[in-house]
C-alpha cells in the first residue's frame, strides 16, 4: 500500500503514466494507467500527453513508445525484460530476403528490433496485421520474425505470396495440439481462445485468434461460462476482473513469458524514483524504424 502510494506521488511529480502489458504481473496491471495489447499502448503512447511513460512490458514495447514520441522519457522498469523473438532477427537477416525477393514489401511484426524495423517497409501487431497487409499494393510479402503468425496471415490472404522467417515465441510456441485435444474432453463445451503466435495446428483448431485485447474482448462478449486461453498466463488478471463470472482454464501451465514476470511494483517505483532505465535510441535507423511504426498506425 505505502509502495503503491510512493508510485502515485513520484507518477504526478514527474508528470508520468504508468502503462502494463496484458501479461505483467497483477500487482503492476493494478497500478497502471492503461493495460492492454501492443497495439493499443503504441496508440496510447504516441498520443498522450505525459511527459514520462513509465512501460511494463518488454524493450521492443518500450522503444516503439521512444520512437513514436522521441520527445518523451520512456522508461523501462527492468532493462533486461526482452523478446527472444524481436532478439532472433538481425538487419542483415532481412537485407538477406530483400535480395532473395526484391519485389516483395516487407512486413515486420512490432516484436522487432529497432534496426529490424528500420530495414521493413511496415511494422504490424497481431490486432493489426491483415489490415497493414491488405493496405499492401505489392503481391509478394515477406513477413518477419515470426513465422506463425504469418502463416496465420497469409492463409487469410491467399492472394499474395509469403516469405518467413523462422523466430518464433518461444512461449507460445510450447503449445501443442495434443493439449487443444486434451482441453476439449476436459472442458467439453468450452471454446478455446488463443493467440495467432501458437503453431499453425494449435491456430486452426481454435475457436477463436487473436491478440490480447481481442482475446479479452472475445471472452467478455461471449456466452459461454468456461473459456479455456491458449495465451501468456499475465492475461488471466483482466480477464477475471472483467468477467468474474465466468471460469478461465489456461490451455498450459507452461505458457508463461520470463520477461514479462520480470517487472514488479518495486522495479516501477525505483523507475520512477531514479528515472531508469531510460530507453535512447541513438542508432541512425531510429528515423526509418519510425516511419514503420507510423505506416502502421495510418494504415
Ligand atoms: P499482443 O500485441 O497481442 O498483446 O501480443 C504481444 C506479444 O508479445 C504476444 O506474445
Ligand atoms: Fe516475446 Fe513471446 Fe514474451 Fe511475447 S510472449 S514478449 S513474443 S517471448
Redesign the pocket.
Known amino acids: 500500500m505505502e509502495l503503491t502510494e510512493e508510485i502515485n506521488r513520484l507518477k504526478a511529480e514527474r508528470q508520468a503514466i504508468i502503462v502494463a502489458h496484458n501479461?505483467q504481473v497483477d500487482d503492476v496491471q493494478e497500478i497502471a494507467d492503461y493495460t492492454g495489447d501492443s497495439y493499443f499502448l503504441s496508440k496510447i503512447c504516441a498520443k498522450n500527453e505525459a511527459k514520462t511513460i513509465v512501460f511494463c512490458g518488454?524493450r521492443f514495447m518500450a522503444e516503439s513508445a521512444k520512437l513514436l514520441s522521441p520527445e518523451k522519457t520512456v522508461l523501462l522498469p527492468e532493462a533486461t525484460a526482452g523478446?527472444?523473438?524481436?532478439d532472433s532477427m538481425t538487419p542483415e537477416d532481412v537485407i538477406r530476403l530483400k535480395n532473395e525477393h526484391p519485389k516483395a514489401a516487407v512486413v515486420c511484426y512490432i516484436?522487432s528490433t529497432v534496426d529490424v524495423k528500420a530495414e521493413c517497409d511496415v511494422c504490424c501487431t497481431s490486432s493489426n496485421a491483415l489490415k497493414v497487409i491488405h493496405s499492401l499494393k505489392e503481391e509478394e510479402v515477406i513477413f518477419i520474425p515470426d513465422p506463425n503468425l504469418g502463416d496465420y496471415v497469409s492463409k487469410q490472404v491467399p492472394e499474395k505470396k509469403f516469405y518467413f522467417f523462422n523466430g518464433p515465441?518461444?512461449?507460445?510456441s510450447r503449445v501443442s495440439i495434443e493439449e487443444i485435444k486434451k482441453a476439449r474432453k476436459l472442458s467439453p463445451g468450452a471454446p478455446i481462445a488463443v493467440h495467432p503466435?501458437c503453431p499453425p495446428e494449435v491456430v486452426a483448431a481454435a475457436d477463436y485468434v487473436g491478440s490480447t485485447s481481442g482475446i479479452v474482448d472475445f471472452c467478455r462478449n461471449s456466452d459461454a461460462k468456461c473459456i479455456v486461453i491458449g495465451t501468456?498466463m499475465g492475461i488471466l488478471y483482466q480477464l477475471k476482473k472483467d468477467c468474474p463470472d465466468k471460469e478461465f482454464r489456461l490451455l498450459t501451465p507452461r505458457l508463461l513469458?520470463v520477461?514479462?514476470k520480470k517487472t514488479s511494483l518495486e522495479s516501477v517505483y525505483h523507475a520512477l524514483r531514479d528515472n531508469k532505465t531510460q530507453i535512447e535510441i541513438n542508432s541512425t535507423a531510429a528515423d526509418k524504424a519510425r516511419l514503420s511504426l507510423e505506416r502502421m498506425l495510418r494504415a
Open positions: 501479461y518488454v523478446c527472444p523473438m524481436a516484436n515465441c518461444v512461449t507460445h503466435e501468456e513469458c520477461n514479462m
